[in-house]
């Protein structure tokens, strides 16, 4: 699975969110079928901007058809309806290092 950092070089909310777009819109043209994005979960313990953000974008690329489907890191297991969905569409992610594991700083991504 690819993975996109977007919260690599401590970005504004906004500087995030224009990497992820631009990150989406690429791997959806060039065929990759899923993606891990690294968000971060922010530095106070309760969930940062640009995760709260990046949830809030992921429902609109859901609605207009960018991403098929998308499943936050809390949920990316087998015990939880987003995570069995990608991981029936997409074995392979459960060999993904965050699979199983609650990481908050993360959300996968299908196409």
Same mark, same amino acid.
């Given at each position: 699975m690819k993975t996109v950092n977007i919260e690599y070089g401590y970005p504004t909310?906004?500087?995030a969110l224009t990497v992820l777009k631009s $990150? #989406? #819109?690429t791997e959806r043209k060039i065929g990759t079928k899923n993606v891990k994005i690294v968000h971060g979960y922010? @530095? /106070?313990g309760v969930g940062g901007k640009i995760?709260? $953000?990046?949830?809030?974008?992921?429902k609109r690329y859901v609605a207009n058809g960018t991403i098929r489907f998308y499943c936050p890191g809390e949920k990316f297991d087998s /015990?939880?309806?987003?995570g069995i969905r990608? @991981?029936?569409r997409?074995? @392979?992610v459960k060999s993904d290092s965050d699979w199983n594991c609650g990481n908050q700083g993360v959300t996968v991504v299908g196409f």
């Open positions: 909310c906004e500087e $990150a #989406l #819109l922010g @530095s /106070n995760k709260i $953000a990046v949830q809030k974008d992921m /015990n939880h309806e987003e990608i @991981s029936t997409y074995p @392979s």
